[in-house]
């Protein structure tokens, strides 16, 4: 059980076009979605919180009309990344939290997605 | 801020060794979870402490929460190369308000185990 799946897994696209993230919970409702950045050989780096129906919460420094996020429903949360440029090539990943339960509080995350900006 | 720090950042050792992770958090934690992540993979949940001076294993993989609940380490016992990857710990974030079950990082110790 507590399966994410993101896709697409990778994007190749040019500079100033806009690539959209999905990231489903297929076997849970998720109460929250996040949604980080991970440079190579790096920590995840928090860009967003996603709850099911309102605004997300963006982190310090994180450009939310550039990182579009929408919680369209329990299982799903879609990441937008408008106008890309080269410097948001990076590996995407999300996450969903059950919420309830005595594994609530985990996180289960998505195969992450690798965008390469031309 | 909440601060995790993780140490070492770097762990190179010969198949069958042990191997050892410490977390710390600068302010104290209500649960610590573990996660592991594989070379081009994504983070996989490995256990979460709970209670102050926890201990749990995993076959070979031993976890500890402190008694103050502000440190925890991951032993593993007689590595092998498929514990490769980075070894995460994190910690429920203290926001000072509605954190919605976010987590603080530490930055990970990148396990290589040589054949």
């Known amino acids: 059980g507590a399966v994410v799946s993101q896709h697409p897994s990778r994007v190749i696209c040019k500079s100033g076009t806009s690539v959209k993230i999905e990231c489903r919970s297929l076997?849970?409702?998720?109460?929250?979605m996040f949604w980080y950045r991970q440079f190579p050989k790096q920590s995840l780096m928090l860009m967003a919180t996603?709850?099911?129906?309102?605004?997300?919460?963006?982190e310090q420094g994180v450009e939310k009309d550039k990182f579009l996020i929408n919680h369209a429903s329990l299982t799903l949360s879609t990441l937008t990344v408008t106008s890309a440029h080269p410097e948001d090539s990076s590996f995407y990943i999300c996450?969903?939290?059950?919420?309830?339960?005595?594994?609530?509080?985990?996180?289960?995350f998505g195969a992450g997605t690798r965008l390469s900006v031309l | 801020g909440q601060q995790v720090m993780q140490i070492p950042q770097y762990q190179h050792v010969q198949e069958g060794e042990d191997f050892t992770t410490y977390c710390n958090s600068s302010?104290?934690?209500?649960?610590i979870q573990w996660y592991k992540q594989r070379p081009g993979g994504h983070p996989v949940f490995l256990i979460q402490?709970?209670?102050?001076?926890e201990v749990k294993k995993q076959k070979r993989l031993t976890f500890q929460f402190g008694e103050a609940k502000k440190n925890s380490s991951l032993h593993i016992t007689a590595t092998q190369t498929t514990d490769v990857g980075t070894y995460f710990c994190?910690?429920?974030?203290?926001?000072?308000?509605?954190?919605?079950?976010?987590?603080?990082f530490g930055q990970g110790t990148i396990l290589t185990v040589h054949p």
């Open positions: 076997d849970f409702q998720a109460t929250t």
């Open positions: 994190a910690g429920p974030t203290n926001a000072g308000g509605t954190s919605y079950g976010k987590l603080t």
């Open positions: 302010t104290t934690l209500s649960n």
């Open positions: 996450s969903a939290r059950p919420g309830t339960g005595s594994w609530g509080n985990i996180q289960y």
């Open positions: 996603s709850n099911e129906g309102s605004k997300a919460t963006y």
């Open positions: 402490l709970v209670k102050s001076g």
